[in-house]
C-alpha cells in the first residue's frame, strides 16, 4: 500500500508554533503500541533526523543503537535508554512505510533485549536470525546480496493490526526533509573498498591480490568479500 504524503504543515499546533514535537510525539506513541504487543521491546528515545548527506549518498532510513542515552541525573550503575533513529527523508515513503521502519528496528531491539545476534559487517550483514524476529513482530523481508535479510515491507495483516497507528502517523506526519545532494568533486582516488568477513573483521587488499585467490577468515572460516555501501533500513542495528 502507497501512501502519498501531504506536506502541508500541520496547523494544530498553530498556537504554540509546535511543528516537530508532535511528529515525534506519534512516532513514540508507534512505538508504544508495538510495545504493547511486543512487551519484551525497552522503551527508547525517538530521533528524527537527517537520513543522507553521508556514507557516500546512501539513504539511512533508520536505526537502533543501544545505551545512547543516559538521564541526567543518573546514579551510578544505572541503565542508559536505547536509541531508535528515523530518518526525515523516509517520511516521504508514507506512514505504512514508516510504521514498517519502526517494526524493523522493533525486531533490532527485540533480539538485543534476547542477546540475538542479528547482523554482521558492522550492522550491515542481516541473517536469519533477524528474519526469524522480524517475521515476528509482523514484518516481511527478503534477502539483498549485500545486506541480508533487510529490504522491509508491511503485509495487509499487520497494516491491518496497526491501523489506527497508521492513520495518527498520516495525520501528523505531514512533512518529510530533503534529501541533501550527493556528488562532487574529489581530490584524492578512491582505493579498493575494504573486504569483510561474516563476523565482521576487515582487511584491505589489493585487487589483484584477492584475485589470485579467496582470503578466508580463520575466525569465522568465511570468505572476505568487498564491502559494499547499502542503504539503510540496513543499518538498524
Same mark, same amino acid.
Given at each position: 500500500?502507497?501512501?502519498? +504524503?501531504d ?10 508554533? /509546535?511543528?516537530?514535537? %508532535?511528529? +515525534? ?9 508495538? =510495545?504493547v504487543?511486543? %512487551? ?11 537520513g543522507?548527506?553521508?556514507? *557516500? ?8 543503537a543501544?545505551?545512547?542515552?543516559? %538521564?541526567?541525573?543518573?546514579? /551510578?550503575?544505572?541503565?542508559?535508554? !536505547? ?10 515513503r508514507?506512514?505504512? /512505510?514508516?510504521?514498517g ?19 554482521? =559487517?558492522? @550492522?550491515?550483514?542481516?541473517n ?7 517475521t515476528? +513482530?509482523?514484518?516481511?523481508v527478503?534477502?539483498?546480496? =549485500?545486506? @541480508? ?5 508491511? $503485509?495487509?495483516a ?5 491501523? $489506527? ?8 506526519l505531514?512533512?518529510? =526533509?530533503?534529501?541533501e545532494?550527493?556528488? #562532487?568533486?574529489?581530490t ?9 568477513? *561474516?563476523?565482521?573483521?576487515r ?8 584475485? !589470485?585467490g579467496?582470503?578466508?577468515? #580463520? ?6 568479500? $568487498?564491502e ?6 540496513? /543499518?538498524?542495528?
Open positions: 500500500m502507497t501512501a502519498v +504524503v506536506a502541508t504543515v500541520s496547523t494544530e499546533h498553530s498556537e504554540t508554533g /509546535a511543528i516537530s514535537a %508532535p511528529m +515525534v510525539g506519534a512516532l513514540e506513541e508507534a512505538w508504544e503500541a508495538i =510495545r504487543r511486543h %512487551p519484551e521491546l525497552p522503551q527508547v528515545v525517538i530521533v528524527l533526523g537527517a543522507s548527506g553521508d556514507r *557516500g549518498g546512501a539513504l539511512r532510513l533508520g536505526h537502533f543501544a545505551m545512547r542515552w543516559t %538521564p541526567a541525573e543518573s546514579e /551510578a550503575g544505572q541503565v542508559g535508554m !536505547a536509541e531508535v533513529f528515523i530518518g526525515g527523508e523516509g517520511l516521504a508514507g506512514p505504512a /512505510a514508516v510504521l521502519t519502526l517494526l524493523h528496528e522493533a525486531a533490532h531491539a527485540l533480539a538485543h533485549a534476547r542477546g540475538v545476534q542479528d547482523t554482521s =559487517r558492522q @550492522g550491515r550483514w542481516h536469519a536470525k533477524f528474519k526469524a524476529v522480524a515476528e +513482530v509482523g514484518i516481511e527478503v534477502k539483498d546480496p =549485500r545486506i @541480508g535479510w533487510s529490504p522491509t515491507t508491511v $503485509p495487509a499487520t497494516q491491518s493490526a496497526y491501523e $489506527p497507528v497508521i492513520a495518527e502517523l498520516g495525520r501528523v505531514r512533512m518529510y =526533509r530533503a534529501a545532494p550527493t556528488g #562532487g568533486e574529489t584524492k582516488k578512491p582505493g579498493p573498498p575494504a573486504c569483510v568477513c *561474516g563476523c565482521g573483521r582487511i584491505r587488499v589489493a585487487p589483484s591480490v584477492r584475485e !589470485a579467496p582470503i578466508v577468515c #580463520g575466525v569465522c572460516d568465511t570468505e572476505f568479500t $568487498p559494499e555501501p547499502a542503504d539503510d533500513e540496513e /543499518a538498524g542495528s
